[in-house]
């Protein structure tokens, strides 16, 4: 399994911004791909969730309503289209994923993940 997250940059307050996160899901029977991020001096926290069926999506109460989550079959790739984006998103982003269908927002429930990509917020 790879993922290889990109899309990250400097936006001004209430602007948007796209995070992909190409997968490499070889073996897996099934599989859900989730978003973290990670704040300066602040612990790695759940974004959002999609099952790769896409049955399945869930949002952190922070992100609700302004982001969201899909998938590109064609090109395997996890989307997080970022709205409405807030100084407090300003954090490092990163994808993950783990096998099966049940949903985690525990970071150590995900044994693969994708570099990070930096989002700066600027106020």
């Known amino acids: 399994v790879q993922l290889q997250a990109s899309g990250g940059g400097l936006v001004q307050a209430g602007g948007s911004l796209r995070l992909d996160c190409a997968a490499s899901l070889r073996g897996l029977s099934s599989a859900i791909v989730s978003w973290f991020r990670q704040a300066p001096g602040k612990e790695r926290e759940f974004v959002a969730v999609k099952s790769w069926n896409g049955r399945s999506t869930y949002y952190a109460d922070s992100v609700k309503g302004r982001f969201a989550i899909s998938i590109d079959y064609h090109k395997n790739t996890v989307s997080l289209q970022m709205n409405s984006l807030k100084p407090e998103d300003t954090a490092v982003y990163y994808c993950?994923?783990?096998?099966?269908?049940?949903?985690?927002?525990?970071?150590?429930?995900?044994?693969?993940w994708g570099q990070g990509t930096l989002v700066t917020v600027s106020s």
């Open positions: 993950a994923a783990r096998e099966g269908l049940s949903y985690y927002a525990e970071s150590l429930k995900y044994p693969w």
